[in-house]
């Protein structure tokens, strides 16, 4: 395992070309295009201020640059450098911006959601579309690019209209049985949509493309319900974490809940593998005492290597507990996802924060648990193969995948704190974005796949 | 008491029982010697008796007190004292037999007397003590009258103070209830209270928004605007089209072809997984009619079995399954056949199953329960410990054998000593023949340990029969299926002849296996198990275990042994013949290698007179 040299970030601004030639960075009001092999620069682009969001286009050749202070969005194209694209959306603000999946149409929200623009950079046309919901996931387009779901508000209630992204015609318009809706996502196959209520009540709403409501599921009443939700790539589960704790599979055929997953503090099953992240002291005579401890306090995690040791189950891991009193209580599923062959999902307790329970799906169990000295900040699958990679907020990154898991220091000169990572497509490399840092971190495919008896693909 | 008191003198009361009393301590009768004991504790008295007496009779008044006493005694009962006057004037006369005789009474009656106070006496202690006891007891029990009556008083004080509590906590749960259903209604309240405000507050917003909506958006704010530089090409290299209802239109027509698509594709998918369901049902199907097939067989031979029309109706199934082998045709009657069918076939499976786990735990406890039987380890000790004794002694003949040849050859070339060799060989064959004797003798001890051995053997295997004669039918049909058993048979005799040690003992297995042969070939009922036996019962362990290989083989073997009495009947004499022969033929420098053969017919007999009537 190879690590670039450090980079320059801000914002967390920095991702792959979703060709995966290309890696785009941000660093204030600079935007920086790198080829991912060489991770020279190719190209120099200059904002007009602080970008704030930054997104590649589908077709990999525009970026573009939010400056939602400004209400400002600018457009490069890696093609033509001297090709230049600004939108102003004036007095009404920005607050969202984002690519429609062709590449040639830009959404974006005003303030206060009065409206979506959605500018072309093929013709002169704009479209507006009144009444966008202010929700957690109001915009959702099917994976092929061919439609967007939109949640809408109107007279106290929540609509879905669908629209066809070719000419943003609108498909369907039809209202949903929610209270508040709170965020919707289409099926990888692009037929059915998942709406889901707020956290107030426990919904689940299924729609056809057509507007049909195929199914409704509600687990419980009265507590608090939804908090993340995931479809497999498959299209065949909709994982549906909710504030009691659990998981809960909805099946493709009937919409009825395949099986459910707790995440007790305590894993007691014999067959379940629990990894758990041990601090190796340092070797003595290092140097260690001679630090000062106040300088050791500074750098807490930096200086001492982990490994992970098999704990023996019955284990009971590290619980938060969380203040009732207060709103968003930090309890419940709130990260979950699928590893992209399906065969795996990784969720989060926030209530344990330290741990990540990893899920067979093929075999509905508990498979793995990782527990780590720090709260988990983020995970994501490798999208070639069932490996995850998981970072603390600490100077290192953990990578797990069936055949076992390690930890990894992040080399270089003082604290590099990993919020954040991101896969390359290949699955050969992967960005650590710290708060403002960023590397990459090559990951030898011949050794990493024959370690994980995978079978190399890549043509 | 109380009538002595009254009739005797008020003045002398105390004092005459004193006198009864020491009279008769005074004057004892040789013959109540013993009494004295019983009296001794009055003996310090005696002082003031004698005193009393001087003052009772005197010198002077002897008259009167004889008088009196005899009044006295003529009241009480007792013959006068006085002789019966011959005449009235006649002067009455002391009868000194008379008093003597009276005396003696009141001797015994005071004995009596004694004897009885203090029976009564030690009564009267027995009584006070069973009073005292008695009165414990009701004391005792009183109180424990009484603290149970308390105790009583407690609990239905406790259980008044529960049911309080009980009630009190109803009255809670009630109340909490109630409270529930408050607090439900409150929150409904609120919730319906909020979603009016909210409502309230989104409309207010919402006309917030038109508002700002129509301030930002109307004045034709010049600064909202696209500054590109040139416009770009579409992603598809098409222009951008008009909107018109015809790309509306085809937009629908595409959207449904989508969903057509992937209702297809799901479609497939089921209908793929179907023909992999229904491929494994077939497979399940075929399975377990060839698996239940072969067993069916016997039931339906023994014709007990209910489940024999459920067969004919497999085997119905099974040409069913032939004639609609075309699965793909999935109407609802295949569907329905197939889903019977094989519901049929299960339950017979399960109830196969059930029955098998039904024996073999009947077994298994039956197995356990008989201890009295001896046990296999047993069996196989003894004849392992006999078999070693037959070795030793074969040896012992064989070098007596080589002995009396060496003495033989010796005496042949010397012709000096032929005199001294007639002598010897006198005194030898004197010896022999003695040896001999022991010999036999030690011959007929081991034939009848043998022989009661094997009868023990026998009753073991008679007791297995009683509880695995159901078994065994079944493990005999096994076995006649079992038809390779014959040659493992023949091998096994090989194996017998290779077991017996010398050369002409080989030869006379060989010599004697067409005899014992002959009489199976007489039974020709079940040539197998005859053969069996004539091997399996003489057999050493080591045979046994060569024999009993498997665990089937086994029980057939001992089923067989079972079964033989029956069948044999009809050779019974035949094989005895030939063992008789067979002992007479063969030399008795050798004879103990037969003890098989003997054995073998004793074991058989003894089945014959164990299982005949």
């Known amino acids: 395992m190879n690590f670039s040299e450090v980079f320059k970030l801000s914002s967390l601004l920095c991702k792959f070309s979703p060709d995966g030639k290309y890696l785009a960075s941000c660093v204030q009001y600079r935007l920086v295009v790198r080829d991912v092999s060489t991770l020279q620069i190719l190209q120099l682009y200059t904002c007009l201020d602080q970008v704030q969001h930054m997104e590649w286009s589908a077709d990999s050749l525009f970026i573009l640059c939010a400056m939602y202070k400004r209400g400002l969005v600018q457009v490069w194209s890696l093609e033509q450098p001297e090709w230049h694209c600004k939108i102003d959306e004036g007095s009404a603000g920005l607050v969202a911006s984002c690519w429609s999946p062709d590449g040639r149409h830009i959404l974006n929200t005003t303030e206060f959601h009065l409206r979506i623009t959605v500018w072309s950079l093929c013709t002169k046309s704009v479209s507006y579309i009144k009444y966008p919901k202010a929700c957690q996931q109001g915009i959702t387009f099917t994976r092929d690019g061919r439609y967007m779901a939109l949640a809408e508000r109107r007279d106290c209630k929540d609509y879905v209209s669908i629209f066809v992204c070719s000419d943003w015609q609108l498909l369907r318009h039809f209202d949903t049985d929610t209270q508040d809706l709170a965020g919707m996502e289409w099926a990888p196959n692009g037929c059915v949509l998942a709406v889901w209520d707020s956290c107030l009540e426990y919904k689940m709403l299924l729609y056809s493309l057509d507007g049909r409501l195929l199914s409704v599921y509600s687990a419980y009443e009265w507590s608090l319900g939804i908090k993340s939700v995931a479809w497999s790539p498959s299209s065949q589960f909709l994982a549906v974490g909710s504030y009691d704790g659990k998981v809960r599979l909805l099946n493709h055929v009937t919409w009825k809940m395949t099986t459910e997953f707790g995440h007790p503090a305590a894993v007691s099953n014999p067959k379940t593998v629990v990894y758990r992240e041990a601090e190796k002291s340092p070797p003595p005579g290092l140097g260690h005492l001679s630090f000062p401890p106040s300088r050791a306090g500074t750098r807490p995690l930096a200086a001492l290597e982990s490994k992970y040791e098999i704990a023996s189950v019955p284990v009971s891991l590290q619980t938060l507990k969380p203040a009732a009193d207060r709103a968003n209580p930090r309890m419940g599923v709130g990260m979950l996802a699928f590893s992209h062959d399906s065969y795996f999902l990784a969720t989060r307790n926030d209530n344990v924060p330290n741990a990540v329970w990893v899920w067979d799906i093929q075999k509905l169990r508990l498979f793995v648990v990782l527990e780590q000295l720090a709260p988990v900040r983020s995970f994501q699958w490798d999208p070639q193969q069932p490996r995850l990679a998981i970072c603390t907020a600490g100077s290192k990154v953990y990578l797990w995948s069936p055949a076992g898991c390690m930890s990894v220091q992040v080399p270089g000169e003082g604290d590099f704190p990993v919020l954040s990572l991101c896969w390359h497509s290949s699955g050969d490399s992967l960005a650590l974005l710290s708060k403002d840092h960023f590397c990459l971190c090559f990951l030898e495919p011949a050794e990493g796949r024959a370690a994980l008896g995978q079978q190399d693909s890549r043509t | ?613």
């Open chain 2, 1 to 613: 008491m109380g009538d002595w008191m009254t009739v005797t003198d008020p003045g002398l009361s105390a004092e005459s029982k004193n006198i009864s009393q020491y009279t008769s301590e005074t004057k004892m009768s040789p013959s109540s010697l013993y009494s004295q004991q019983v009296l001794c504790s009055s003996v310090p008295l005696s002082k003031n008796v004698h005193s009393f007496f001087s003052a009772f009779c005197t010198e002077e008044n002897i008259e009167q007190s004889i008088s009196y006493l005899d009044q006295e005694l003529t009241t009480f009962g007792f013959p006068s004292l006085y002789e019966e006057p011959k005449s009235k004037e006649a002067k009455k006369e002391l009868n000194i037999v008379a008093v003597l005789n009276c005396m003696n009474e009141l001797l015994v009656l005071q004995r009596k007397n004694l004897l009885a106070q203090e029976n009564v006496e030690t009564q009267n202690l027995k009584l006070g003590s069973d009073m005292d006891h008695l009165q414990s007891c009701y004391a005792k029990l009183k109180e424990q009258l009484e603290t149970s009556r308390r105790e009583i008083v407690g609990l239905q004080e406790r259980d008044r103070q529960l049911q309080c509590k009980n009630r009190n906590l109803h009255q809670l749960l009630k109340n909490e209830k109630d409270e529930v259903q408050k607090l439900q209604n409150i929150i409904a309240s609120r919730a319906t209270q909020y979603n009016h405000d909210m409502k309230r507050k989104e409309r207010e917003y919402n006309k917030l928004k038109e508002r700002l909506h129509q301030l930002v958006m109307s004045k034709k704010d010049k600064k909202i605007a696209m500054d590109v530089l040139n416009y770009v090409g579409r992603a598809d290299g098409k222009r951008g089209s008009w909107r018109t209802g015809k790309t509306e239109a085809r937009n629908e027509d595409e959207m449904y072809k989508i969903l057509l698509n992937d209702y297809e594709y799901r479609q497939k998918q089921i209908l793929m997984e179907n023909a992999e369901l229904k491929k494994v049902l077939q497979q399940m199907k075929k399975e377990m009619i060839s698996l239940l097939s072969p067993q069916k067989k016997k039931p339906r031979e023994k014709a007990d079995e209910s489940t024999g029309t459920v067969i004919s109706d497999v085997e119905e199934d099974a040409g069913e399954l032939s004639r609609e082998s075309m699965w793909d045709l999935s109407c609802e009657t295949v569907r329905e056949q197939l889903t019977n069918s094989i519901r049929k076939q299960w339950r017979i499976l399960k109830s196969h199953v059930e029955k098998l786990d039904n024996q073999v735990s009947k077994v298994h406890l039956e197995g356990f329960n008989d201890k009295d039987v001896i046990s296999r380890q047993d069996h196989e000790q003894e004849t392992e410990k006999l078999e070693l004794e037959i070795q030793q002694c074969k040896e012992m003949i064989k070098t007596q054998q080589q002995l009396l040849q060496q003495q033989l050859a010796t005496a042949c070339d010397d012709d000096t000593t032929s005199l001294f060799r007639d002598c010897y060989l006198l005194e030898e064959k004197e010896r022999l023949k003695e040896e001999w004797s022991l010999f036999k003798e030690q011959k007929k001890n081991f034939e009848r340990e043998r022989r009661s051995f094997t009868e023990a053997a026998i009753r073991l295997g008679l007791e297995r029969k009683a509880f695995e004669e159901e078994r065994a039918s079944w493990l005999k049909q096994q076995f006649l299926n079992m038809t390779t058993f014959d040659h493992q048979n023949s091998e096994n005799v090989k194996l017998l002849s290779a077991f017996s040690g010398s050369s002409d003992q080989d030869n006379r297995t060989v010599h004697s296996k067409p005899q014992q042969k002959k009489p199976p070939s007489v039974s020709h009922g079940s040539p197998v198990c005859t053969s069996n036996v004539t091997k399996s019962l003489p057999a050493s362990p080591t045979l046994d275990s060569c024999q009993m290989s498997s665990c089937v083989s086994e029980h057939s073997s001992i089923s067989v042994l079972n079964i033989t009495p029956e069948e044999m009947k009809p050779n019974e004499v035949g094989r005895e013949c030939t063992n008789q022969t067979w002992s007479v033929a063969s030399r008795p420098g050798s004879q103990e290698g037969c003890y098989g053969g003997c054995s073998l017919t004793y074991t058989s007999s003894h089945v014959q007179k164990d299982d005949l009537p």
